[in-house]
């Protein structure tokens, strides 16, 4: 079976777009790729991703080719526009005609704004992952919409899978920065305990007395001092803790180690 470069720079975009489990992944350059690759297949003037919580834009990335324009352009639908329209109704916005749309007084900010770009349709699709909405991804194209509607069709469909493939690696890096957060968390319990019992064991065998009584005299001196305990752990560990005072504020009842419990 023969591939066309059509499909070939799609299957590469897709791949690009799920590329997101990297710390140094960023947001905007990542939905700016995103936006470019939209350029590219579509034929578009421009392109531009709108992310939106709660009905209110968030982030806006426009696409390298005419990024003025794109921005410009999401910057127009805070009264109303294709982006919104898609976030509110989940589906796609099919390719619409500005001129009709500006005479019919339809995001009259935003047509206005489009004819003076020379844009003479546009569409939009949202950014979603089952569920969830993320936002809308909006094409900016320099032609009237197509009289045939399966082309528009075509075209609609694939801005729907970038889309979808761009909130899919969203979501993907989201859960990721969770999992590594976690893990870094658990790790550090991990070590600080690890600190606390070999503190622990150097007191204990230092002192001649037992690990619960080490344990003890380490807790009260973080307590009075205000410290973490695993601070305290740390400073025994490389022997810049005072022993004296240490062990003189040992035991629950403010006695010495190996004292009345």
């Known amino acids: 079976m023969q591939h066309t470069g059509r499909e070939i720079q799609l299957a590469q975009a897709l791949v690009e777009a799920a590329d997101t489990l990297t710390d140094a992944f960023e947001a905007t350059r ?5 936006s ?17 919580d709660g009905g209110r834009a968030v982030s ?5 080719r ?18 919104l329209d898609s976030y509110s109704s989940g589906q796609p916005v099919p390719p619409v005609s500005i001129r009709l749309a500006h005479a019919d007084a339809r995001w009259p900010d935003f047509t206005e704004r489009a004819l003076r770009h020379d844009v003479m349709a546009t569409y939009a699709v949202p950014l979603r992952r089952r569920e969830t909405l993320l936002g809308a991804l909006n094409v900016f194209v320099p032609t009237p919409p197509e009289h045939d509607g399966r082309a528009g069709e075509t075209e609609l469909a694939l801005a729907q899978a970038l889309a979808d493939a761009a909130a899919v690696g969203l979501q993907n890096h989201r859960a990721y920065v969770q999992y590594r957060t976690l893990a870094g968390q658990l790790q550090e319990a991990l070590s600080s305990r690890v600190r606390i019992e070999q503190a622990k064991g150097m007191l204990a065998e230092r002192w001649g007395t037992g690990a ?12 009075r001092r205000r410290l973490p305990i695993d601070r305290v752990a740390s400073a025994v560990i490389e022997r ?16 010495t180690v190996g004292g009345p419990a």
């Open 30 to 34: 990542y939905l700016q790729v995103i």
């Open 36 to 52: 470019d690759h939209c350029v590219e297949l579509l034929a578009a003037r421009a392109a531009g991703i709108m992310l939106i």
């Open 60 to 64: 806006l990335a426009g696409s390298s």
């Open 66 to 83: 005419q990024q003025e324009v794109a921005l410009d352009l999401l910057e127009a639908q805070h009264g109303g526009g294709p982006c």
């Open 212 to 223: 619960d009584d080490a344990f003890a005299a380490l807790r009260q001196y973080a307590r």
């Open 240 to 255: 810049v803790a005072d022993d004296a005072e240490l062990r003189g504020e040992g035991g629950e009842s403010g006695g």
